[in-house]
């Protein structure tokens, strides 16, 4: 008799996200639109007290949509993925624009990158969190990036508090559909996955406040008494 393996979101999203196909799409998805503008003034807000010259970790990295400007704030960046191919892309972007000197790269997952405990002074998560539905999952790789990182930690998520979010719900409801991927979830469920993560919230940013779902955390590692 064989049995149904459940597979985790987590699993999930690496093998969509791990195709050439999948590369090639999401390489020129979000590059020069709006919602990367917004993205890209959010990170370099929660960004603007890394001094020049820190070691960032973009993962995941993509295909390197943001190195261009984290390059521009002079930081040092590491571009993390689990696919090749993105990361060769990002590679290849890096190569294009001509910053591949200051730029590390990297095939691997959030959950264990193999890199050494306090590689980094700051971390950015984008565009990841929305995908996991798993609490455990979540802290999981939070645990990850705060191992990795002494200073501040960027990660984005699907908020409840906002329009966008609502009308998500709504049409899901409407359609009888039970969403299993990019589900906005409560402001209060992701706070949690930080504390249990050890992590401490500094603060949050919405993309377009009460209109999007896509929010930040900008946390880092709690104090110690």
């Given at each position: 008799?064989?049995?149904?393996?459940?597979?985790?979101?987590?699993?999930?999203t690496?093998?969509r996200?791990?195709?050439?196909a999948?590369?090639?799409?999401?390489?020129?998805a979000?590059?020069?639109?709006k919602?990367?503008?917004r993205e890209?003034?959010?990170?370099?807000?929660?960004?603007?007290?890394?001094?020049?010259g820190?070691?960032?970790?973009?993962?995941p990295?993509?295909?390197?949509?943001?190195l261009?400007?984290?390059t521009?704030?002079?930081l040092?960046?590491?571009?993390?993925?689990?696919?090749?191919?993105?990361?060769a892309?990002a590679?290849?972007?890096?190569e294009?624009?001509g910053?591949?000197?200051?730029?590390e790269f990297?095939?691997?997952?959030?959950?264990?990158?193999g890199?050494k405990?306090?590689t980094f002074?700051?971390?950015?998560?984008?565009?990841?969190?929305?995908?996991?539905?798993?609490?455990?999952?979540?802290?999981n790789?939070?645990r990850?990036l705060?191992?990795?990182c002494?200073?501040?930690?960027v990660?984005?998520?699907f908020?409840?508090?906002?329009?966008?979010?609502?009308?998500?719900h709504?049409?899901n409801?409407?359609?009888?559909?039970?969403?299993?991927?990019?589900?906005?979830?409560?402001?209060?469920?992701f706070?949690?996955?930080i504390?249990?993560?050890?992590?401490?919230?500094e603060?949050?940013?919405?993309?377009?406040?009460?209109i999007?779902?896509?929010?930040?955390?900008v946390v880092?590692?709690k104090v110690?008494p």
């Open positions: 008799m064989v049995r149904n393996v459940v597979r985790t979101s987590a699993e999930k690496i093998d996200f791990g195709t050439p999948a590369a090639e799409k999401y390489s020129t979000l590059e020069g639109t919602t990367h503008l890209q003034r959010c990170i370099q807000r929660a960004l603007q007290m890394v001094p020049v820190a070691k960032v970790l973009d993962l990295c993509g295909a390197g949509r943001l261009p400007s984290l521009a704030l002079g040092q960046a590491v571009a993390v993925d689990s696919s090749p191919h993105m990361v892309l590679r290849q972007r890096a294009t624009r910053f591949k000197k200051e730029t990297l095939v691997s997952s959030i959950f264990d990158t890199l405990d306090d002074d700051a971390a950015i998560c984008n565009r990841l969190f929305h995908h996991f539905r798993e609490p455990q999952i979540r802290r790789a939070l990850e705060h191992r990795l002494t200073g501040t930690i990660v984005s998520f908020c409840n508090l906002a329009l966008d979010a609502l009308v998500f709504l049409k409801a409407i359609r009888r559909k039970k969403p299993s991927d990019r589900i906005p979830i409560g402001y209060g469920v706070a949690r996955d504390d249990a993560a050890d992590l401490l919230i603060r949050s940013i919405a993309t377009r406040p009460g999007s779902r896509q929010w930040y955390f880092r590692r110690l």
